[in-house]
């Protein structure tokens, strides 16, 4: 097993529109190891979503087309399999959360059913009583209570977040060695928010799982990640540990996510402090950096050169700035 379990080298995803192409993910390079839960953040529109849908090979086509790079997952190439291949791997190896529970979910059958099917379709020397059993264990890991009765329900009898657990369930019924979660916590309370969270960083643990965590929300990284991935107009602009991320930001768009956000130990009117204009237009992209239109410390370079990943800072910390902090 190659020491990477996920290598993500010079990713080019393009749409091809009506309007012209959109660059959504330009020239994405980063990898997971084993076990790890990495943290990509952005606004919406950053590219988080499609860089994941990528690494399943779920990007839509047409519009939507891999153009350049290399997905490696576990030393193979991703991108050169064939499609029964892919069938294969997604939801055995590599499975995905996302955001919605109900449009992933299918309304005419339980979720037992859904559940083992799954298993079914990935465990060939499996029965339907043991595929059955399985769904009920994994019910019941999700912590749903009475799991080998609310097997036998149907989706729309679950609450949002009894629903997200049935989705894990589902993700994890096949014990797969990279989880992508797409906002998996988006549409719930906080106080769902934080179960459902610590559900998924305890059997993380408990399967040796790698996450993936694709979220806007930054409270959500400091607590469940120890690698964060920034990403801004289709391209990683920052990276570090998790902790060098929220003590140290070097990217000016870093520091403005972390200054947008409440923090606890402000003192009660502190005023939050937005980042000032729009993300630029991914058909017609700016020469230089992308966020220089919108950057306190742009200067004349910013406007005509891409900006580069360079060590900054410490350690494995990353930035694409000419002018990091």
């Given at each position: ?269 502190t005023r939050l402090t937005p980042i000032a204009g729009q993300p630029p237009d991914l058909i017609n992209p700016p020469v230089g ?36 902090n």
């Amino acid at each position: 097993m190659a020491a990477n379990l996920l290598e993500v080298n010079n990713l080019k995803t393009y749409f091809y529109t009506r309007s012209g192409v959109v660059k959504a993910v330009d020239d994405v390079t980063f990898s997971m190891k084993p076990g790890e839960t990495l943290g990509v953040v952005g606004e919406s529109g950053c590219g988080k979503s499609v860089t994941a849908l990528s690494v399943m090979r779920l990007i839509s086509s047409p519009p939507g087309k891999i153009v350049q790079g290399e997905i490696n997952f576990n030393g193979e190439n991703i991108l050169e399999k064939s499609m029964d291949e892919l069938s294969d791997i997604r939801g055995s190896k590599i499975s995905m959360i996302f955001q919605d529970p109900m449009t992933s979910l299918n309304p005419v059958f339980t979720v037992g059913y859904q559940i083992a099917e799954t298993v079914k379709r990935h465990r060939k020397d499996v029965s339907n009583d043991q595929a059955w059993r399985r769904a009920v264990e994994m019910l019941d890991l999700v912590r749903i209570p009475d799991a080998a009765r609310r097997a036998k329900s149907y989706p729309h009898e679950f609450s949002g977040g009894m629903r997200q657990r049935v989705m894990i369930a589902i993700a994890l019924s096949c014990n797969p060695q990279l989880l992508i979660a797409d906002e998996p916590t988006t549409a719930l309370d906080v106080t769902i928010q934080a179960q459902v969270l610590e559900l998924m960083k305890g059997l993380s643990h408990e399967f040796g799982t790698a996450v993936m965590m694709i979220t806007h929300d930054l409270g959500v990284v400091a607590g469940t990640c120890q690698r964060v991935n920034v990403m801004y107009a289709g391209h990683i602009i920052e990276s570090a540990p998790v902790k060098q991320i929220f003590e140290t930001p070097a990217h000016p768009y870093t520091i403005g996510l972390l200054q947008s956000i409440p923090r606890v130990d402000d003192s009660r009117g502190t005023r939050l402090t937005p980042i000032a204009g729009q993300p630029p237009d991914l058909i017609n992209p700016p020469v230089g950096c992308p966020y220089a239109a919108r950057c306190p410390r742009v200067q004349a370079r910013c406007r005509q050169e891409l900006p580069e990943l360079i060590q900054v800072g410490r350690g494995e910390q990353v930035a694409a700035c000419f002018y990091p902090n």
